[in-house]
């Protein structure tokens, strides 16, 4: 699943422990168990970060000026994870709006080549 997340206030953006924490948290109430994580913080600004999940990951790259995130969630096994992970996303950083697009995945995707 990837989200586009658009009109998110640049200090939240800006703060890879906030970031950190609101993924960690909509991966928890999205049913997914968080193993590990990884937040990184750039100059002058922005951050990118992954949460390490048992049933894959979730990661997010910011673009504070603009107000804008990209989160990527990955998981195997039941699709309502991923968009129960992807909705609490939404609901924790909170963007004035936001565009979801389901990519299927490997063996047996759409698109699935030899």
Known sequence: MLLDLHGIAAARLNDPQHLQSCLEQAARDGGAHVVDARFSKFEPQGASGVV??????VAVH???ELGFAAVDVFTCGAPEVALAVADAVVRLLAPASFERRVLARGPGAAGDRA
């Open 52 to 57: 390490i999940l048992a049933e894959s990951h």
């Open 62 to 64: 910011t673009w504070p």
